[in-house]
């Protein structure tokens, strides 16, 4: 394959997907919203490569995933029609009565609750539904909610991790891999499974003292009935249907979007007097519009090649050791993803795998080293995930509310309990991945 050779194309895409990221990654310090810029490099990217001419308005419109922004639009929408049914609220108040004061077995039944959701919806809806119902059982058991908010973030990030529609980052890799519903739970269904052991295990550690306290008798107060049961069971049938039809879309030629597309029809017409604008009203546009952004900005990069340009530099090293290459990948992308949200690091690595790709490369296992390092390392700091910074957010909440500091999750505090978390956890992947390694190298 001819040589590449650095002009000027390259350096003004380049340019501008470093300063766009910079300010992503940066947005605390001179306080304009990470969509706004992520509008804004998409917006200079069209204009300077039409100019330059190497990208155009039909192009980016050709660089958007749909399929990730559709899916995400449909599961929003799903999830909106289920939270004002009251049905969530009955789960999680059921199984903080099957606890029995028990908090640990409590912190690993709400966890395995949050895991199982995360498989299906992402784990930011996860701990928005979750989140405040974790706040009111403490307050009625009278225990700090730290331990079970802390877990919920990291068990949902790391639930999230197993299936291609358990979090945003998997959606663009298996999109982008042809990767389908099944394969990637196969492939990435035992890692995350050993991890989510090795996660509960260590938080029994982590917060035994904590744990061990005797909690106040669970009151019946601030609990509600199922509003709309009808609604509810419409909504679980459908997501059963869903998950069906996820795990059968590559043999009847339907992408995944498509599916909750289909979902979402049906439960409009069996559902109760379900209010679509309403619904619809719900839908993160903020947060589509952030991938959309993306994608432009990383397909007008791509148009310039200067993600081919800096592949070649990388390809001889890949080739020469996949397994390390794999194990780095997980490890940077982890550490990256700890630091900086992975939704951006992961828009960034797609086309230069798929570029290694192009040059007779197995990059089938550099697929799952960088969903795995994304999805794990995400639980490294307060700002890893969406998830994280929710359930930060509505601790600092709370401890401004009772005027008690100790309720804050602060980035201190989850230095000392959830970075540990993700370097066992990585450990363990990269375990498995190093025994395993054939069964993930392979197509």
Not at 52 to 75: C, Q, R, T
Not at 128 to 137: D, K, T
Not at 364 to 393: E, K, Q
Not at 408 to 435: D, E, N, Q, S
Request: proline share 4%.
């Amino acid at each position: 394959m001819e040589e590449l050779v650095w002009d000027t194309k390259m350096l003004i895409s380049g340019v501008i997907l470093i300063i766009t990221f910079i300010a992503i990654f940066t947005e605390g310090v001179h306080g304009v919203h990470r969509v706004k810029v992520a509008m804004a490099g998409a917006a200079t990217m069209i204009v300077a490569g039409q100019v330059a001419g190497f990208y155009s308005p039909d192009l980016a419109i050709e660089a958007i995933d749909w399929n990730v922004v559709l899916l995400l639009g449909g599961m929003m929408t799903i999830v909106a029609i289920m939270i004002p049914t009251g049905g969530f609220q009955q789960l999680a108040y059921g199984i903080a009565d099957f606890s029995k004061g028990r908090l640990f077995l409590l912190l690993v039944l709400m966890g395995t609750l949050v895991t199982v959701l995360s498989l299906l919806l992402d784990n930011v809806t996860t701990v928005v539904i979750f989140g405040p119902l974790i706040i009111l059982i403490c307050q009625s058991l009278k225990v700090s909610p730290i331990p079970f908010l802390l877990a919920a973030a990291l068990l949902s990030d790391t639930g999230g991790v197993a299936t291609l529609v358990g979090d945003p980052p998997n959606l663009m890799i298996g999109s982008a891999a042809g990767i389908d519903f099944n394969t990637f739970v196969y492939h990435m269904g035992l890692m995350v499974l050993v991890a989510w052991i090795v996660i509960l295990l260590f938080l029994r550690v982590l917060f035994a003292k904590e744990l061990s306290v005797i909690p106040a008798a669970l009151s019946l107060e601030n609990r509600l009935q199922i509003a709309d049961r009808r609604t509810w069971n419409a909504a679980l049938l459908v997501l059963g249907v869903m998950v069906i039809g996820f795990i059968i879309h590559s043999r009847i030629g339907w992408e995944p979007w498509l599916v909750t597309a289909m979902g979402l029809t049906l439960l409009i017409f069996i559902g109760r007097n379900i209010d679509l604008e309403e619904s619809v009203a719900h839908i993160e546009l903020a947060l589509l519009m952030f991938f959309i952004s993306l994608f432009i900005i990383v397909g007008g990069v791509e148009n310039s090649q200067f993600l081919e340009y800096l592949g070649q530099f990388i390809v001889p090293f890949v080739q020469d050791d996949l397994m390390s290459s794999t194990i780095i990948l997980m490890w940077a992308s982890a550490i990256l993803s700890a630091a900086i949200d992975n939704i951006p690091f992961t828009a960034a690595m797609i086309p230069i795998i798929l570029g290694m790709e192009t040059q007779g490369i197995n990059v089938t296992p550099l697929w799952w080293g960088l969903a795995a390092g994304v999805g794990m390392g995400g639980n490294g700091t307060h700002l890893g995930s969406t998830a994280n910074v929710f359930i930060v957010t509505i601790s600092e909440k709370l401890a401004k509310d009772s005027g008690d500091p100790s309720l804050a999750i602060t980035p201190g505090l989850w230095f000392r309990k959830g970075t540990p978390v993700m370097l066992m956890t990585l450990v363990t992947c990269t375990i498995i991945m190093l025994l395993f390694f054939d069964f993930f190298a392979g197509n």
